[in-house]
Nanobody, 114 residues
Framework: VQLQASGGGLVQAGGSLRLSCTSSGHTFRRYSMGWFRQAPGKQREFVGAILWSGASTSYTDSVKGRFAISRDNAKNTMYLQMNSLKPEDTALYYC????????WGQGTLVTVSS
């Protein structure tokens, strides 16, 4: 199983980015998926998750109303649309598989300048 996060970059506060998590080596549509992030000097934290069908999502309070997770099971890909970005959103963003988080992507860096 391989997960690869991409789409990170440098953006000004208030801007937007869309991250992608592409996967291979498993039946993607059978698993819920999640996004996590780790800011410099901090522990990794949960950002949000999406049910295997895409019918339900959940988010940590700090990103509710600004971030949106979606998925395309035909493309084995999950997305994280990030709007109204803040400097405190600066972090390495990771995707992970399932409730057990048994596989992780390598992380993509998001830097939000003030």
């Amino acid at each position: 199983v391989q997960l690869q996060a991409s789409g990170g970059g440098l953006v000004q506060a208030g801007g937007s980015l869309r991250l992608s998590c592409t996967s291979s080596g498993h039946t993607f549509r059978r698993y819920s998926m999640g996004w996590f992030r780790q800011a410099p000097g901090k522990q990794r934290e949960f950002v949000g998750a999406i049910l295997w069908s895409g019918a339900s999502t959940s988010y940590t309070d700090s990103v509710k109303g600004r971030f949106a997770i979606s998925r395309d099971n035909a493309k084995n890909t999950m997305y994280l649309q990030m709007n109204s970005l803040k400097p405190e959103d600066t972090a390495l963003y990771y995707c992970a598989r399932g409730v057990k988080k048994d596989y992780w992507g390598q992380g993509t860096l998001v830097t939000v300048s003030s």
